[in-house]
């Protein structure tokens, strides 16, 4: 499963993120996909691509973004905790 736009990822994905921070998971996904495609590659070879791809994909987004108190996505400045 890749993502061709930010429209087809899931709900949970597009009612929550900003914009930008849906192109980093996105992004992150698709090349996931493609890099752990080979069950090999991965450090448990057993766990499924997609749960992977998604870990991956938070991972991505979270270096941008952090959740706030509010429970909004906001955009790192260094400053925040």
Known sequence: MVYARNSDLPDAIKL????????????????AW??????????DPDEPLEVVCHKISWAAVKEKYYRGQDGNWLKRDGNEP
């Open 34 to 43: 493609e890099h752990y495609r080979n069950p090999k590659k991965r450090r």
């Open 16 to 31: 929550h993120l900003p914009l930008h921070a849906q192109d980093i998971y996105r992004e992150a996904f698709n090349r």
